[in-house]
């Protein structure tokens, strides 16, 4: 591996000249920042910096929705308080990442409707998606150190512990851009779309929800809903376009999620995945770049659907929000839901207005 040659290069851990990691090679991701407790942006060691790590769901949504009193639910089923979900990184990187990334998209995010969709232009679609995957690598970079038992006599096992970090390598990247200064080429932008969520299907005003192994992930804001599918090249959302031409006004929640649902099959049904590389440049500047094969996806199957829109809606279902046939009874309701023939988004083509009424 060279180091001063005037040729880009890849992988092996390339240093700035003023010291910052442009580029950690994945076994040194996994072992420092997955499974280690450095920074997960600088990749120091907690006895080389003062650390005063980072809210996973950042402090001005806290403070948007004052949620930091308010219990988050963790994948186990443990509650904790939104304010104490944090990850290790340092206080450089954690005023650094507040001033050029959380400050920008909390304005960004900031307004009604169409303000908001009216500032995602191409810098803004990029700002945001870099955001979403600040956000996406904290709560899975949270979950190696979330015990899946509460009892610890049942073991000390972690969430994270079935993860191939290797699948975040590339999140990460694009995640600590605001620190390495990279470049992202538009191809690495994946399926990310902002939806107007109507007021009468409102849940609290901050929701979260990810297919972690599709890389898909659901943000609400009020009623601002995005959805994106961070390592897809748009092939999603190409996929599923006819269908989202025949969105004619705001959605509901529950639809926000079929959305998620539909973004999740398709990257899951890539017949040939994008591939990410990062290339620096004289070891000062970088540049991420996406090869994006041509578009195929294996044939819609209702059967592989049907459970992806059951895991985004399950909480509507076991709350009996939803009604299938007539029934809101949660077993009949999970098993329609699972055939992958009941949507909400549309019926044969044409789309359903929300209606306050969660009828599938
Ligand atoms: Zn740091």
Not at 155 to 167: C, L, N, P
Request: proline letters at 5%.
């Amino acid at each position: 591996m060279g180091t001063d040659k005037d040729h880009p290069f890849q992988d092996g851990a390339i240093v700035s000249g003023d010291g910052r990691i442009m580029l950690f090679q994945c076994e040194r991701f996994i072992r420092d920042i997955c499974e280690g407790n450095c920074c997960f942006v600088c990749g120091a060691r907690p006895d080389e910096k003062v650390f005063n790590d980072e809210h996973i769901v950042p402090n001005w949504i806290l403070r948007r929705y004052r949620l930091h009193d308010k219990l988050i639910t963790l994948p186990t089923g443990e509650r904790r308080r939104y304010s104490g979900y944090k990850v290790p990184c340092c206080e450089p990187c954690n005023r650094h990442l507040g001033a050029t990334i959380e400050t920008p998209v909390s304005k960004l995010l900031a307004g009604d409707f169409a303000t908001v969709a009216g500032r995602l232009d191409e810098q803004g679609r990029e700002m945001l998606f870099t955001w979403l995957c600040l956000l996406f690598l904290k709560v899975h970079l949270k979950d190696a150190h979330v015990p899946v038992y509460q009892d610890q006599r049942k073991g000390g096992a972690r969430i994270g512990h079935d993860y191939d970090w290797a699948d975040l390598h590339h999140v990460h990247a694009v995640a600590r851009t605001p620190y390495t200064g990279a470049t992202l080429e538009p191809e690495v932008i994946g399926s990310l779309q902002i939806f107007e969520i109507a007021k009468q299907t409102m849940e609290g005003d901050y929701d979260y929800l990810d297919f972690t192994d599709a890389q898909t992930m659901l943000v609400r804001l009020g009623r601002i809903g995005i959805v994106a599918t961070l390592n897809d090249s748009t092939a999603a959302e190409s996929v599923w376009s006819e269908r989202f031409d025949l969105i004619e006004g705001p959605i509901s929640d529950l639809q926000l999620r079929e959305v998620a649902a539909m973004f999740a099959h398709a990257n899951r049904g890539l017949i040939e995945r994008p591939v990410f590389q990062t290339f620096v440049f004289y070891k000062k500047w970088a540049t991420i770049v996406a090869r994006r094969p041509p578009l195929r996806i294996r044939e819609f199957d209702p059967a592989e659907f049907g459970p992806a829109l059951l895991f985004a809606v399950r909480n509507h279902v076991e709350a009996g929000a939803i009604q299938v046939d007539g029934t809101r009874d949660p077993v009949t309701v999970a098993g329609k839901i699972s055939t992958g023939y009941v949507r909400f988004l549309t019926t044969e083509g044409v789309f359903n207005p929300p209606t306050g009424k969660d009828v599938g």
